[in-house]
């Protein structure tokens, strides 16, 4: 059974930076789009980025000019720097992963177990 593993999530105030990453472990799979979600208080889970296998990211327009995704495929590792934060970013943040176990499988959507970010002074 394949798991996504993330890390790097916590405190930061007002105007900070901190980097989120998502290993997928386990043996004889296949990535395809990997990416994160975030959900807020309250609030619906959303899309926050989805890069390809290829490296073409599609951002929320919130975090566009702040957020950069990047994904490193021989260590099967989505990455998310995260500039310029301010207290509306504060959520848990959701690894995910299109993902096919071993050949003949079908694909499906992977989630890591979320990663608490807090921007607050």
């Known amino acids: 059974q394949v798991q996504l593993v993330e890390s790097g999530g916590g405190l930061v105030q007002p105007g900070g930076s901190l980097r989120l990453s998502c290993a997928a472990a386990g043996s004889d799979f296949s990535i395809n789009d990997m990416g994160w979600y975030r959900q807020a208080p309250g609030k619906q889970r959303e899309l926050v980025v989805i890069?390809?296998?290829?490296?073409?990211?599609a951002y929320a327009d919130s975090v566009k000019t702040r957020f950069t995704v990047s994904r490193d495929n021989a260590r099967n590792t989505v990455y998310l720097q995260m500039n310029s934060l301010n207290p509306e970013d504060t959520a848990i943040y959701y690894c995910?992963?299109?993902?096919?176990?071993?050949?003949?499988?079908?694909?499906?959507?992977?989630w890591g177990q979320g990663t608490q970010v807090t921007v607050s002074s």
């Open positions: 995910y992963a299109r993902i096919k176990e071993r050949a003949g499988n079908s694909w499906a959507d992977y």
């Open positions: 890069i390809t296998r290829t490296s073409n990211a």
